[in-house]
């Protein structure tokens, strides 16, 4: 199941107590305080961890905590400290303060970590209050609550390549064809219902990681459809390819196609739209004679490139020009 949302609240860990204790001891008559001071609760942390693409963790845990310290005891012990939670969640996690609506921390790479909540300070016990004039302190600190926060999750898929298009254009098919992804490919609207990331190997070990997300239709942006819900997932792609259907369904053209999900991206988001485009027109094997795809590129006044993702043709060309782009626009 992909979860790309998710909100859970926080708590870092409280502070131990400090102790109240006089040593008592055979033979020594003036033992004096020994109250050790409590430890300090564990702090919370996010980190990105590599070996995830869901927030499927948090849908059935929706309260997670640190771990208290310890508080002091005798003999001058002190408490020991709270254990730390680290919370792993996928690259591309945005992590929210839920209550003022405040963006913490990006997490866009693997291994980055941060502190949300920060473990509470540990009471002293009555030896810390000895003084010349006060020999015998009967007062200990209790120990500072530790932090707590309402976060909220949003994840943001990291990719490559950005798959965009109507439904059944033949995203599905293209990154099954590029990659070892296994989306559902079926002859109706919809099939994609989540986004899912393929990896594309090329020779020399050269690689790049494609994102398919559901089809688009017009009115997206406000919410028509399912594409809506994963247009976030494509803001951090470096292309987007468009997909077209040169032969798509009656009362609809592959040219007003391609306007209409254009000017959804624009309306979703200006930097979006703004990213480096590929244009690619599928189902050749039914335009044998390219007429339809040299109409396309007269019209759109743009390159085409042509593929059939059914019958593989053109599918090495594409995938070795969008590394190329890819590569150029890192760099």
Same mark, same amino acid.
């Given at each position: 199941?992909?979860?790309?949302?998710?909100?859970?609240?926080?708590?870092?860990?409280?502070?131990?107590?400090?102790? &109240?204790?006089?040593?008592? *001891?055979?033979?020594?008559?003036?033992?004096?305080?020994? @109250? +050790?001071? %409590? $430890? /300090? =609760?564990?702090?919370?942390?996010?980190?990105?961890?590599?070996?995830?693409?869901?927030?499927?963790?948090?849908?059935?845990?929706?309260?997670?905590?640190?771990?208290?310290?310890?508080?002091?005891?005798?003999?001058?012990?002190?408490?020991?400290?709270?254990?730390?939670?680290?919370?792993?969640?996928?690259?591309?996690?945005?992590?929210?303060?839920?209550?003022?609506?405040?963006? &913490?921390?990006?997490?866009? *790479?693997?291994?980055?970590?941060?502190?949300?909540?920060? @473990? +509470?300070? %540990? $009471? /002293? =016990?009555?030896?810390?209050?000895?003084?010349?004039?006060?020999?015998?302190?009967?007062?200990?600190?209790?120990?500072?609550?530790?932090?707590?926060?309402?976060?909220?999750?949003?994840?943001?898929?990291?990719?490559?390549?950005?798959?965009?298009?109507?439904?059944?254009?033949?995203?599905?098919?293209?990154?099954?064809?590029?990659?070892?992804?296994?989306?559902?490919?079926?002859?109706?609207?919809?099939?994609?219902?989540?986004?899912?990331?393929?990896?594309?190997?090329?020779?020399?070990?050269?690689?790049?990681?494609?994102?398919?997300?559901?089809?688009?239709?017009?009115?997206?942006?406000?919410?028509?459809?399912?594409?809506?819900?994963?247009?976030?997932?494509?803001?951090?792609?470096?292309?987007?390819?468009?997909?077209?259907?040169?032969?798509?369904?009656?009362?609809?053209?592959?040219?007003?196609?391609?306007?209409?999900?254009?000017?959804?991206?624009?309306?979703?988001?200006?930097?979006?739209?703004?990213?480096?485009?590929?244009?690619?027109?599928?189902?050749?094997?039914?335009?044998?004679?390219?007429?339809?795809?040299?109409?396309?590129?007269?019209?759109?006044?743009?390159?085409?490139?042509?593929?059939?993702?059914?019958?593989?043709?053109?599918?090495?060309?594409?995938?070795?020009?969008?590394?190329?782009?890819?590569?150029?626009?890192?760099?």
């Amino acid at each position: 199941m992909f979860i790309d949302k998710a909100q859970i609240w926080v708590k870092a860990g409280d502070g131990g107590n400090g102790c &109240l204790s006089f040593r008592r *001891e055979k033979y020594i008559p003036k033992g004096g305080p020994d @109250g +050790g001071d %409590g $430890g /300090r =609760g564990g702090n919370v942390y996010f980190q990105a961890a590599e070996n995830l693409d869901t927030l499927l963790d948090f849908a059935g845990k929706h309260h997670w905590r640190a771990q208290n310290g310890q508080p002091g005891s005798g003999a001058n012990k002190h408490g020991a400290n709270g254990q730390d939670l680290v919370i792993s969640v996928p690259p591309g996690t945005l992590i929210y303060d839920a209550d003022f609506e405040l963006l &913490l921390k990006d997490l866009n *790479e693997v291994g980055l970590k941060v502190c949300i909540c920060r @473990g +509470g300070k %540990g $009471g /002293r =016990g009555n030896k810390a209050f000895a003084t010349s004039t006060n020999q015998a302190p009967r007062y200990t600190e209790p120990g500072k609550k530790g932090q707590e926060r309402n976060i909220r999750l949003e994840l943001k898929l990291i990719a490559d390549v950005g798959l965009v298009g109507m439904p059944n254009a033949g995203k599905s098919t293209l990154i099954s064809r590029c990659s070892a992804a296994r989306p559902k490919i079926a002859d109706y609207p919809f099939t994609t219902i989540e986004p899912v990331l393929g990896i594309v190997e090329l020779s020399d070990y050269r690689r790049f990681v494609m994102a398919d997300i559901p089809g688009l239709i017009k009115g997206a942006h406000n919410g028509v459809g399912l594409g809506f819900e994963f247009l976030r997932h494509i803001e951090r792609t470096t292309i987007i390819v468009h997909i077209l259907d040169i032969m798509p369904t009656v009362g609809s053209g592959p040219v007003e196609n391609y306007k209409a999900i254009r000017s959804e991206l624009k309306q979703y988001s200006e930097a979006l739209a703004q990213k480096p485009e590929v244009i690619v027109a599928n189902k050749i094997d039914l335009d044998p004679d390219r007429k339809i795809v040299k109409d396309l590129t007269e019209k759109l006044n743009k390159e085409v490139y042509p593929i059939s993702a059914v019958t593989g043709a053109g599918i090495k060309e594409l995938s070795e020009l969008l590394w190329k782009k890819v590569k150029e626009l890192k760099s």
